[in-house]
């Protein structure tokens, strides 16, 4: 609490009486593991910006460093993209920004009034439930009728989602991060010291055991036994699919457990670069494959799921930011937001408005 109350005080000198900008339009940035991208209501134009959010966090060294480089994106890439100037404006952080929520909430606090202050943007810190909704609400836009299933499934490279149109499940697992879990678990290794192959048997079963762990909370969020996935990022449809259609020697649209399980049984034994020569694939894109294979496995046990849809889209939480009215009324009660968000981390995005003073 003694670290709280310094911190707050600033917020408040900075926020006080602030609101969000006025004007018809809204301007939304999406601050994933790796970089920004940032989209409006008033253009069809995005703009990107890379920053590797997780890498100084995973070494220990907090958010500080990504500061500067995130209040220059915040600033440019409306210009850059030609947004109209008077939008109002909102960014939300996901999984690096979670992470950094729940390691030092107090210090997050005061990189966000900093952001706000200088690049005029209040970011949110976005729950996992709100991210799934808005994965759902955004690929509900894009395929339409070819959504077939009740849920999707989106492997980011921090998070994962898995996401229905009344909410979903979400866990620290994307590619990046369930491979440093893997790699702590099997080797007792930092990422960057690790390949996951070659693993012999008992280090199969142990994979599969530490995948299987990772699903608390599951059975409450979904309706485990009675749903469908469609698989809609990278990790599955550039790198899963393709290696099992190398693997069979035939192209497919979905992937069924049976045949996932045999292809993670052939490779697990495989060194790296045997493992890239026998699926079409670089070693750089090797690296995660085993590993992403057995979290996708994981996956489908855990949700009861035989057969999984695959459908590749340019997907990100634009769509979905845009369309929050809860996320830009926090633009107009921000310094509440952080004083909320210093104490209650990521779940003050959902807390009651009405009762800011």
Not at 126 to 133: A, K
Not at 283 to 292: I, K, R
Request: net charge neutral; glycine share 10%; aromatic share 6%.
């Amino acid at each position: 609490m003694r670290r709280l109350l310094p911190a707050l005080a600033v917020i408040f000198a900075l926020f006080s009486g602030s609101t969000a900008t006025a004007g018809e339009c809204r301007t939304a940035f999406d601050m994933g593991s790796s970089g920004i991208r940032a989209g409006s209501t008033a253009s069809t134009a995005t703009g990107r910006a890379d920053i590797d959010y997780l890498a100084p966090q995973w070494a220990g060294r907090g958010l500080g460093e990504t500061v500067p480089p995130t209040i220059n994106a915040l600033r440019d890439l409306p210009r850059q993209a030609g947004f109209p100037a008077d939008c109002a404006a909102v960014g939300g952080g996901f999984s690096a920004w979670r992470l950094a929520a729940e390691q030092d909430s107090v210090g997050l606090v005061g990189h966000l009034a900093r952001i706000r202050a200088e690049s005029g943007v209040a970011v949110l810190v976005i729950p996992q439930d709100q991210e799934g909704r808005y994965g759902y609400f955004g690929a509900r836009a894009l395929l339409g009728g070819q959504l077939q299933t009740t849920h999707i499934i989106d492997i980011g490279g921090g998070s994962l989602q898995i996401a229905g149109a009344d909410g979903g499940f979400g866990a620290m697992l994307g590619q990046k991060a369930w491979f440093k879990t893997l790699c702590a678990g099997l080797h007792q290794r930092a990422p960057e010291a690790c390949t996951v192959q070659t693993l012999t048997s008992d280090e199969l079963a142990r994979a599969r055991a530490l995948a299987a762990a990772q699903w608390s909370g599951l059975e409450t969020a979904l309706p485990v036994g009675h749903m469908s996935l469609t698989a809609i990022s990278r990790p599955v449809t550039r790198g899963v699919l393709p290696a099992l259609q190398t693997l069979q020697g035939e192209p497919f649209r979905q992937i069924a457990l049976a045949e996932l399980s045999s292809a993670i049984d052939r490779l697990a034994g495989l060194s790296l670069a045997e493992t890239a020569a026998l699926t079409g694939k670089t070693p750089e894109e090797a690296t995660f494959l085993l590993s992403t294979m057995l979290l996708l496995e994981s996956a489908m046990h855990a949700t009861g799921v035989k057969e999984v849809q695959v459908a590749e889209l340019d997907l990100n939480n634009l769509p979905g930011l845009l369309a929050d009215d809860r996320a830009f009324a926090w633009t107009q009660r921000y310094a509440c937001y952080l004083t909320r968000l210093a104490l209650r981390g990521a779940s003050a995005y959902a807390s009651d408005l009405a009762t800011c003073r």
